[in-house]
């Protein structure tokens, strides 16, 4: 069904299904000195903002630009199901989860479909839909860039 345009039944977003939907693409936009925000893709549609570290943290800084595999498991310290990040360099434990500021994070990625100066908000329903998508993947990936600053 190659160029048959449908809705994501998660955010109701349409896209066409020969696009590529096997990756998530976070591309970091703003440096600030609390923390990093960014974009979240699937493949390449936009799906959410995304919080982290800040880079010029020395202590749990944000994670490496890079592509990593995703599997989701139960976290100990969430004692829920996430997403976490296999294989970061020098890094372990580094997951996608709800949380609005980088007091939230000592490493992993928030996501938000909105945000504000240093925040992101409605991270839980972004959690829930991030790890519906993330399930129907075959091979789950994100690939960490650095957009236009």
């Known amino acids: 069904m190659d160029g048959v345009n449908v809705s994501c039944r998660f955010c109701g977003r349409a896209y066409n299904k020969s696009d590529n939907f096997e ?4 591309k970091r936009k703003e440096k600030k000195k609390e923390c990093t925000l960014g974009e979240l893709y699937i493949g390449d549609k936009y799906f959410c903002y995304t919080l982290e ?3 010029y943290k020395r202590k749990s800084p944000c994670i490496p630009e890079g592509t990593y595999k995703i599997k989701i ?3 100990p310290s969430f004692g829920r199901e996430l997403p976490l990040l296999l294989r970061v360099p020098g890094r372990t434990g580094i997951r996608l989860h709800a949380g609005n500021t980088a007091d939230d994070t000592t490493g992993c990625i928030l996501p938000g479909y909105r945000r504000g100066e240093d925040i992101v908000y409605e991270s839980r329903r972004a959690e829930t839909d991030i790890i519906a998508k993330i399930k129907e993947m075959s091979n789950p990936k ?3 860039e650095w957009g236009v600053l």
């Open 23 to 26: 990756i998530l693409i976070l």
């Open 53 to 55: 570290p800040s880079a």
């Open 73 to 75: 498991n139960k976290s």
């Open 142 to 144: 994100i690939k960490i």
